[in-house]
């Protein structure tokens, strides 16, 4: 599978396609309503992205950015087997991967202006809130963006402007980039995901930063549950932010049925997988009790 996510005219995110899928997209682009591709690495790079413009009948238009609008060039290609060869290397970033197109830039014109430094009375606290964001793992650039924006909206006053939350977030991503190539092996959340995915497995739904808080995650968490399953175990993002400010993940569970027993069953199956992903964890073994993944390291890598 490639390092990529690609989205398409049609609204459809697709992580982590083959080659041989990437291909299909290329091919089929062309008709109304689904003409363009955009394509991004994981973990996602401000600016940083591959695209191809195609209507039927017509060349396909293939452009990449590299970090900044002087850095963005385009081409033309007669066909999609040559654009999927290009995609292809530019995702695995191989050496000359832009070898076989003629490649000029594009010209913008003049470039924006950058975005204003924020006041130095609030850009400490907007970057202790943003870092907390982006520790927690789950959220992509447009998002965190617009979170940094709407914090400090006060009825009509909007202290941070959208400019300025960009340009926070992406200095802030590209920090916190720098240090997870420093992370070796199995991250903790890794483990996390790895114990879910087995939970699955057993017939019990498994999800990861689910809803808001307690109680919506236990209103929903049956809309997501595979038939037959059992049992459910998630945690909110209220969890995943006391993660990531160090103080354990707290898992919540049950069992569809509702019976204690049937709870505590899940539970023990909940435990085991942790404990078999290389995790401990604290729990009483009763059905109320939250089980609590503790000591834990809430290194989470991010994608984007």
Request: hydrophobic share 40%.
């Amino acid at each position: 599978m490639l390092a990529i996510t690609v989205n398409t005219e049609r609204g459809e995110r697709l992580a982590r396609v083959s080659a041989d899928r990437l291909g299909e997209l290329v091919r089929r682009i062309g008709d109304e309503g689904d003409r363009f591709l955009v394509v991004e690495r994981i973990p996602e790079l401000p600016d940083v992205f591959a695209q191809v413009w195609h209507e039927v009948g017509g060349d396909y238009q293939v452009e990449y950015r590299a970090g900044s609008a002087d850095r963005h060039f385009g081409a033309s290609a007669p066909d999609p087997g040559r654009v999927a060869e290009f995609l292809l290397r530019w995702s695995r970033e191989e050496r000359d991967w832009d070898a076989g197109l003629a490649w000029e830039r594009v010209d913008f014109g003049p470039a924006a202006d950058p975005a204003p430094e924020l006041p130095e009375d609030i850009r400490g606290e907007m970057e202790e809130y943003v870092r907390g964001l982006i520790a927690c793992g789950y959220d992509g650039r447009a998002v965190l963006a617009e979170s940094a924006e709407e914090w400090l909206v006060d009825g009509d006053v909007r202290p941070v402007s959208p400019a300025q939350a960009r340009a926070l977030v992406d200095r802030l991503w590209l920090e916190r980039l720098d240090e997870q190539k420093l992370w070796a092996g199995r991250t903790d959340p890794e483990r996390i995901s790895a114990a879910f995915a087995a939970l699955e497995q057993r017939g019990i739904t498994a999800r990861e930063h689910f809803t808001c808080c307690r109680t919506c995650g236990t209103a929903e968490i049956a809309g997501e549950a595979a038939e037959g399953a059992r049992g459910f175990v998630f945690f909110h993002s209220q969890c995943t932010e006391s993660a990531a400010a160090g103080h354990g993940l707290m898992l919540l569970f049950g069992a569809y049925d509702g019976t204690d027993a049937a709870t505590i069953s899940v539970g023990w199956d909940v435990a085991g997988a942790l404990a078999k992903a290389g995790l401990q964890l604290e729990w009483d073994g009763s059905a109320t009790q939250a089980i609590k993944v503790t000591p834990l390291d809430w290194a989470k890598r991010l994608t984007g």
